[in-house]
């Protein structure tokens, strides 16, 4: 009797072991609706981010599930919780510590638009010169933040771009700031016509020119290394251009 206790507390200690081992390999991948980087469509989370993210995790042999979710509900997922993937995210000065960053996993250059009809509204030369108009923005998105920061008084936020890009052509707001595919994206989505659009102002040096992936600080920085192996094996075998060049 003693030796099938031992060998029923031997069996626990495993299967605890291997419970635990399994859950450090899955995460809980998060991300917003921003077309063509991450979206969903017909119940399937696609985009150019999505495919490269995939790719990695299948090459990290890493289990997860992807949820797209309203942007300032996704970052504090990220900044609050264990073993939570984010992206595609801006790498801010002010995000610097709230997350783990593990790469780059695309490019992006960020513009603020304006319609072309607008001629009260002219090409603008510093930022400080957009101020007096109305701008659109995502509740708590990156651009969000970095205008809020910038002292932007007449910030007008929405919870999706779909409905900046509405107020846009509704003229409810003066200017919208948005990457140049996405902008693109958005307005063809939307039976817009992109070419009535113009570029006001480029924002160089917003993001550095990239989408990143990271995860929250508490998850265990053997799932970072895996993470970050499989992205940089992802990158040299060419797998990650030929993802890029699907979308160019």
């Not at 635990?20 to 399937?44: F, H, I, M, S, W």
């Amino acid at each position: 009797m003693k030796k099938i206790f031992i060998l029923l507390a031997i069996m626990s200690i495993i299967f605890c072991l291997l419970s635990d081992n399994t859950r450090a390999q899955y995460l809980e991948v998060v991300t917003e609706q921003y077309p063509p980087y991450n979206y969903e469509e017909d119940g399937k989370v696609k985009g150019v981010g999505t495919e490269v993210v995939e790719e990695v995790l299948k090459e990290a042999k890493i289990s997860y599930n992807i949820s797209v979710l309203p942007w300032a509900r996704a970052l504090k997922l990220a900044e609050t919780k264990k073993n939570i993937l984010i992206y595609c995210i801006s790498r801010t000065e002010k995000r610097e510590k709230l997350y783990t960053w593990v790469g780059i996993i695309a490019p992006i250059n960020f513009y603020i638009y304006a319609l072309k009809s607008r001629n009260d509204i002219p090409e603008i030369i510093k930022l400080d010169q957009a101020k007096p108009y109305k701008i659109g923005t995502v509740n708590q998105d990156a651009l969000d933040q970095y205008l809020t920061e910038q002292r932007f008084p007449n910030i007008d936020r929405a919870n999706l771009n779909e409905v900046n890009i509405k107020k846009l052509f509704m003229r409810r707001i003066d200017l919208w700031p948005m990457s140049e595919y996405t902008a693109n994206y958005i307005a063809k989505k939307n039976g817009f016509d992109s070419k009535k659009m113009k570029k006001v102002y480029e924002l160089k040096g917003f993001s550095g020119g990239n989408q990143y992936m990271a995860i929250s600080n508490s998850t265990d920085r053997k799932i970072l290394r895996k993470i970050q192996n499989a992205l940089e094996k992802v990158k040299e075998d060419g797998r990650y251009q030929t993802i890029l060049n699907k979308y160019e």
